[in-house]
């Protein structure tokens, strides 16, 4: 079974991290958790950059590190594609020598991956012949990303690659990660304190606190999960496996299908029968014992109370099944109350559809 394994323990004065994942060994997996977990020090100790003790590290099969049998590949021996924060280009040379560069370290029978290959997948062919200087935040890291895969790696690292950009230049290079996280046949390891971003792009989920592992598991399981702090607070949701139906040229919508149910959505320019990862937040939901008419609303799906936890003073975030899909509810107290929900109450969760997030 191909699968990612990191066991080691990394000590600091002031810091430990202690852990021992198994790991898809392909899509995206995201390290999540607050600034200090240690979620950037689990990358430089697969890596081989961090010394580390009690280290078992291996990739689909390929041992890199057994400490109890004497192994260690060195760093510069690591399949390892790594995209830092920064880029990390070289600024003398041009986009087309960066990614050569990368390419270079690799023996050409050893190479899985063509630099037009590399090209296309991130849309940079009309960069080639610029210098990172001239490029705009979103176009550095396309490139960088480009180069970690021009080494044609057996793990791509990817370490807070849209932290330093705005809002803007994120939805700019999403899609090209989910580029990625579709037609690679790599694992990838993406770090994060941005819940929309793990959302969109991970498959499975390891939240870090204090450098241990809280839970680690499918990201549409944990993101639901009442005793884990995701699912809690102002960002908490549900993310959403749908396929989409239809689209609604008129006004606008897409139609997209889960659990049996529909959702209308934001037009998305996405052919009919492809599946969107979609996340509705917990502050968008809204619960009627009774169906409404006359209302708004156009996304009004059946479903039951599954559990119901306290999340802040006279607040309390309501797990709702639906079908096989669970969807959060943050709702006051004073509406619990009124609505009379336990476990097992039917109820209808409303949803607005420009709330539904892409």
Known sequence: MNQVHARFQVDYPDFSLSVDLHLPGRGVTALFGPSGSGKTTCLRALAGLESTRDTAVSVNGVVWQDDARGLSLPTHQRPVGYVFQDGGLFEHMSVQRNLEYGMRRVPAPERRVSLGQVVDLLGIAPLLGRKPGTLSGGERQRVSIARALAVSPAILLMDEPLAGLDAKRKNEI?????RLHDDLEIPVIYVSHALDEV???ADHLVLLEEGRVVASGNALDLLTRLDLPLSHGDFAGALVLATVSGHDAEYHLTRV???GEGLWLACHPVATGQQLRIRIQARDVSITLEKQT???IL???PATVAALSEDGPGQVM???QVGDTRLLARLTQKSVTALNLTVGTPVYAQIKGVAVLR
Do not use: C
Request: aromatic letters at 10%; charged letters at 15%; hydrophobic letters at 50%.
């Open 174 to 178: 999403l899609p090209y990660l989910e």
């Open 199 to 201: 959302a969109r792009l």
């Open 257 to 259: 299908d889960f659990s």
């Open 294 to 296: 006359g209302t708004s």
């Open 299 to 301: 996304n009004i799906l």
């Open 318 to 320: 309501v797990v709702l």
